[in-house]
């Protein structure tokens, strides 16, 4: 379809029609028009499996490993991979636009959100995303960068005006949704955040950079519920208001257009860049079968697999991994997190596995035949409280594995109901009449003693087990945050004691009013174990083993949309069972399962540290591949890990007076350590595999044209006894700059493989941009400063073995703003 046929499809519309398509017409959908063709689509949420449009268990997706898992692989061929099944999900759940990736940077170690986002590095971060987005679409599906700019932290998120300055903007945080747009991607999402004094549904950034210099001719789509006023965010670049019917622009946009505060024009031009998506999306003129390739567990399987042991990042290991199952009798695997690990962050972006494969499964899975695997929990988490499940719970009407939801009246009759797998009802289905929401269950507990219930949602609540009320009142909603008002409402707790093994008929009741959602949640936890018995138990098993693997990590309470970590401690007593399990056997390996970092005080006296993040639905069959040896921890860092949170030089993400100013400017990340002369627990880039590499040679040109990328090419040589991958890293450096600069910056990596003995030459493309910066003078330009420019090879950032000089001339072509900027010259503006 051509632009002219766009253009005639818009002439057919009045004007009440076009802006009635700018709001979507359900949670999840674009609204239709029938009078030219233009059918719905629908949207998901997608960084790690798609969902669908409703929050529903039974409905299961496939569930990738977390963003940083993706990012610590450095392959953008897998993560390509990936994104095709991303949007073989979608096709199969009528999805036509998945809601990823997320583009925002790891700035502080604190963010809330980590897991979601791929690094600390805006090349690194911009070349996955990148990767993610083209396996999206070249498989029929649509794909949205998100959260446009700056959006890296939590706190106060809906209101949080962050200061940046311009350069900074340009060479960081803009530079991945750059990126973005050069592959192609067809949606964009404005943060809830401000930036420099305009929240980003009404800021200047819509239109330039992005439709602007950038040329993206896709939609600008608002996050859900960002939108609260009319003619400042229609005459931004905002092309699309989610969710709807209802919304701020509707009837308000009409008469600003008739009244002539907006011109016509601006709301055709989103109207095309709607229909445009449309075409592309296949949802407009004649409709077409998308092509829906299922493709077969097995396969799906086994690429999650291999992904988990792609990203799993061997931080420290003392000649104890892989162990040998032919030698091993007896295995310890310790830890709650060994049966109930964290696949997932908390948030808006979860889904419902198929099934999980616990790293407990996956040990035994691997040495069934061969050796006893025995599991302690150690002591309890204190957080984990889990919803009601089909393994503890029966529906007290069918005797069905489950809960049975109910929807009453206001006068308590029953309207609906229906048998449900889980006590998380996050849309419980609504029907004319609904006050009531009504959650129970048969549930037989397992160990006697004191038992911890919860009822989570807004409004009048009660809990009442065994006939014995545990929770009785009304609970105001005191947030406008999405995420907590409709997936993580508070929890509000009682306490009884039960008998093991005596049924109890747990009862839940959330009345229903305006703006409080309708999430409502029932959680159950057994008593807790004696701590000092706990830590024995788990302590005698290891010591008693021939290996021992103890599985630790965060839990949802400190990993989750909606709010920043005020700590990088694992904390429930993890770090105690971790010291406990090595002082009874040292050779232990310590698992490690969070989505970002975590302070790690035992890390020098573990056999080893293995770091899986949130891997995915095949979180135990992967770990157990790298344990074993079947699969090499294939993953590098993509973010700067602290060895305590006070060492880290960028941490604070709590706005004062509702400001968040970025004053470390350039500088996040390694960048930031460098400057600080502080050495991190483990840099950027940083991963051991199962063998040695010995960087021999670097060949790069002496001189380079300012405007043009160039080639360097590095020789490496596998000195060990097993085959095994390295990610060789390019950085760049210049001391003698006439603007500020970090100490070195990321330009470029290539991966390579090697057996035994073997000399292989790693390719490494270098952008022209990586010699570039950004000059706000003269209507602001990407510049490139002549003069000697330091080439740093090797593993990582803190460890570069090979290095030499370059020489930038000037560029060949001064379009497009671009220049050159001699040693000599005067210093321009800093970040």
């Not at 949170?645 to 604070?652: F, I, K």
Request: aromatic share 6%.
């Amino acid at each position: 379809m051509t632009e002219d046929d766009l253009t005639r499809l818009l002439e057919k519309l009045d004007l009440r029609q076009k802006v009635r398509l700018l709001t979507g017409s359900t949670t999840w959908r674009t609204a239709a028009e029938p009078d030219i063709g233009l059918r719905e689509m629908v949207m998901s949420d997608g960084p790690a499996g798609v969902r669908g449009e409703a929050w529903d268990e039974r409905d299961q997706s496939v569930l990738l490993p977390s963003a940083s898992a993706l990012a610590a692989s450095w392959d953008t061929d897998l993560v390509g991979r990936l994104g095709g099944l991303l949007a073989a999900e979608a096709r199969r759940k009528g999805v036509q636009i998945v809601l990823a990736p997320t583009l925002n940077l790891h700035r502080s170690p604190l963010g809330g959100r980590h897991f979601e986002c791929f690094s600390e590095d805006p090349l690194l971060t911009g070349l996955i995303g990148a990767a993610l987005i083209r396996g999206v679409q070249t498989n029929g599906v649509s794909a949205a960068a998100k959260h446009y700019v700056a959006n890296d932290s939590e706190q106060e998120r809906l209101t949080v005006d962050v200061r940046v300055p311009e350069r900074v903007l340009r060479e960081v945080y803009l530079a991945p949704f750059e990126a973005a747009v050069a592959a192609g991607v067809r949606l964009v999402m404005a943060g809830y955040n401000g930036v420099n004094g305009a929240t980003m549904s009404a800021n200047p950034l819509l239109r330039e950079p992005l439709k602007s210099e950038w040329g993206f001719d896709g939609v600008v789509v608002s996050d859900w519920g960002a939108v609260r006023s009319t003619l400042d965010t229609s005459r931004a670049g905002l092309d699309l208001v989610m969710p709807g019917p209802q919304g701020p622009w509707g009837e308000a946009l009409v008469r600003a257009v008739r009244e002539g505060a907006l011109p016509e024009s601006v709301v055709d031009d989103k109207v095309r860049r709607l229909l445009r998506l449309a075409h592309r999306a296949g949802a407009l003129g004649p409709a077409r079968p998308a092509p829906v390739t299922l493709q077969r567990p097995s396969e799906v399987r086994q690429l999650l697999r291999k992904t988990v042991a792609a990203g799993a990042v061997l931080l420290a290991n003392r000649g104890v991994l892989p162990l040998d199952p032919a030698a091993l009798r007896s295995v310890a695997v310790i830890g709650e997190h060994a049966t109930r690990p964290r696949t997932q962050g908390g948030g808006s972006a979860g889904v419902f596995p198929h099934a999980v494969v616990s790293p407990l499964d996956g040990i035994r899975a691997a040495l069934r035949g061969r050796a006893l695997v025995v599991h302690a929990p150690g002591p309890a988490l204190e957080s984990r409280h889990p919803p009601l499940d089909t393994d503890s719970c029966r529906d007290p009407r069918s005797g069905a594995p489950g809960v049975l939801l109910r929807v009453l009246d206001a006068y308590g009759g029953e309207l609906y109901a229906e048998h449900r797998l889980s006590g998380a009802q996050l849309e419980p289905t609504l029907v004319r009449g609904a006050h009531t929401v009504e959650i129970s269950a048969l549930l037989r507990p397992t160990t006697s003693g004191e038992w911890t219930f919860s009822v989570a949602g807004f409004g009048r609540m009660s809990l009442t087990v065994d006939g014995q009320t545990l929770v009785e009142g009304a609970y105001p909603r005191e947030t406008d945050d999405p995420a907590v008002v409709h997936v993580k409402p508070p929890r509000q707790y009682g306490h009884i004691d039960l008998a093991a093994d005596r049924d109890v008929l747990v009862v839940a009741r959330r009345e229903l009013a305006p703006d409080t959602g309708r999430a409502t949640v029932v959680t159950a936890a057994p008593p807790s174990p004696d701590r000092a018995t706990a830590l024995a138990e788990a302590a005698a098993a290891a010591g008693a083993a021939d290996a021992a693997v103890v599985v630790v990590g965060t839990t949802e309470g400190t990993e989750s949309e909606g709010h920043d970590r005020t700590s990088l401690q694992l904390g429930a007593g993890q770090d105690e069972l971790v010291s406990a399990v090595l002082a009874a056997n040292p050779d232990a390996v310590v698992v490690v399962n969070s989505g970002s970092p975590v302070t790690m005080p035992w890390r020098n006296r573990a056999g080893a540290v293995l770091l899986v993040w949130f891997p995915g639905q095949e979180a135990g069959s992967g770990l157990a591949d790298v344990l074993f040896g079947r699969a090499e921890p294939g993953g590098r860092l993509p973010t700067t890990w602290p060895a305590r949170l006070s060492d880290a030089p960028v941490s604070r993400t709590r706005p004062t007076a509702g400001v968040l100013a970025y004053d470390e400017g350039l500088h996040l990340g390694y960048r930031a350590w460098l400057r600080a002369r502080r050495r991190p627990a483990y840099w950027f880039g940083h991963g051991l595999g199962y063998t040695t590499w010995e960087y021999r040679e670097l060949d790069a040109p002496a001189v380079v044209v300012g405007d043009a990328g160039f080639t360097v090419r590095v020789r490496v040589r596998n000195t060990g006894t097993r085959h095994g991958r390295e990610v060789v890293q390019v950085y760049l450096a210049r001391t003698d700059s006439v603007v500020e600069r970090p100490a070195r910056w990321l330009a470029g990596f290539a991966a390579v493989e090697a057996a035994p003995g073997e000399v292989v030459t790693a390719t490494v493309t270098v952008p022209a941009r990586a010699l570039q910066h950004w000059s706000a003078r003269d209507g602001g330009g990407w510049r490139t400063e002549t003069g000697e420019f330091q080439l740093l090879v090797g593993r990582s950032a803190g460890e570069l073995p090979l290095g030499t000089a370059l020489y930038a001339e000037p560029p060949r072509s001064h379009s497009g703003g671009d220049g050159a900027v001699t040693a000599a010259g005067q210093a321009e503006d800093g970040p």
